[in-house]
């Protein structure tokens, strides 16, 4: 499968965005789907995971309760909403695939990911 994500830009604190991942190639619903992001000289970030159907989802404690993730798998397609956004929150943003057969097992661990989309870049200024 491969990976397009969207909908990054320039947004004031306390603003929203949301994110879109586009996926093509083979069968949407074998993949668990997950966004990571990436600030500038630190390493990937977890943010937030969802299954294969969408019937579970996990979040970063950092980003929980303002940020949802969600899929359409009619359109082969993963969203993160992201509401009150900070600063902090500036990072480039991926979003990742993984095999829906490895279940919840290291979810938030970059390395069990092996497809990854291009990024999007959010800034949240202050």
């Known amino acids: 499968v491969q990976l397009q994500a969207s909908g990054g830009g320039l947004v004031q604190a306390g603003g929203s965005l949301r994110l879109s991942c586009a996926a093509s190639?083979?069968?949407?619903?074998?993949?668990?789907m997950a966004w990571f992001r990436q600030a500038p000289g630190k390493k990937h970030e977890f943010v937030a995971v969802?299954?294969?159907?969408?019937?579970?989802?996990y979040y970063a404690d950092t980003i929980k309760g303002r940020f949802t993730i969600s899929r359409d798998n009619a359109k082969n397609t993963v969203y993160l909403q992201m509401n009150a956004l900070k600063p902090e929150d500036t990072a480039t943003y991926y979003c990742?695939?993984?095999?829906?057969?490895?279940?919840?097992?290291?979810?938030?661990?970059?390395?069990?990911?092996?497809?990854w989309g291009q990024g999007t870049q959010v800034t949240v200024s202050s």
């Open positions: 190639g083979r069968t949407f619903t074998n993949y668990y």
């Open positions: 969802i299954s294969s159907h969408g019937d579970s989802s």
């Open positions: 990742a695939a993984r095999y829906a057969a490895q279940g919840d097992a290291q979810y938030n661990s970059d390395s069990q990911y092996h497809i």
